[in-house]
């Protein structure tokens, strides 16, 4: 009788602990789910935000461009050298204004998108170059590359990356050598949990190597030049 009112405490604890995990889990998973709604409306929000900036700065972007254009053409004869420099500082500031308005709108819109699913990387390679090479009206170089698997991924976001990718490498290439790209896919098992401490759990992931043999850049700005909408020189779009 001692041992069975034993076993059936222990059983009641067990019990209520098991109902106290639940508990634990189901509190857990609406705090996830609050969560992933929140997102989702800020994803919504910036996406829609991004929009009117984009379209409202466009507009009177546009007509400063047209009208200081107008007036360096049609009152060239008497303009001073410092106006027509004053001129083209407008023009230029201008421009880069559109250039971080359509990148910011696009770059919103890429981290907005929720389709995540199977992505064939020697497609999106394949695209990427085919759009550059339309762009610059340049196809003269080599790319040598691995085979390229199909990945887990943002197709969008991935797209965007490789155009960006093999444009800046055209753009930036060395006037006194042929331009060659390399791509490498290297497997690796790393451990998923990037941010919460002493969690350990490995997984295959994939290493993409994407170099040239262009001009490169200085080293000190290595980490400036990927924050985002920042660039070394403006006199190039990339």
């Not at 190597?209 to 990927?226: A, E, L």
């Amino acid at each position: 009788i001692l041992q069975a009112k034993k076993a059936a405490e222990k059983a009641l604890a067990e019990n209520r602990h098991l109902q106290e995990l639940g508990t634990a889990l189901e509190s857990r998973t609406l705090e996830l789910d609050r969560q992933y709604r929140k997102q989702l409306d800020i994803a919504g929000n910036l996406l829609q935000f991004s929009k009117i900036v984009s379209h409202d700065f466009q507009e009177p972007l546009r007509k400063i461009q047209i009208f200081t254009e107008m007036i360096a053409r049609e009152e060239s004869d008497r303009l001073t050298t410092r106006s027509r420099t004053a001129i083209q500082r407008i023009l230029s500031s201008a421009e880069r204004l559109r250039l971080v308005t359509t990148s910011l709108h696009e770059f919103i819109q890429v981290e907005s998108e929720q389709s995540h699913g199977d992505v064939d990387l020697q497609i999106v390679v394949d695209k990427a170059r085919t759009k550059v090479a339309k762009l610059r009206s340049f196809d003269e170089f080599d790319l040598i590359s691995d085979p390229l698997p199909s990945i887990q991924g943002y197709e969008t976001r991935l797209d965007l990356m490789f155009f960006h990718l093999f444009d800046n490498s055209v753009q930036f290439r060395h006037p006194d050598r042929r331009l060659e790209i390399s791509i490498t896919a290297t497997l690796l098992d790393e451990n998923i949990y990037k941010v919460t401490r002493d969690k350990y759990k490995f997984a295959e992931h994939l290493r993409i190597t994407f170099s040239d043999n262009g001009i490169g850049f200085d080293q000190q700005y290595r980490d400036y030049v990927f924050q985002l909408l920042k660039k070394i020189s403006h006199v190039w779009e990339g």
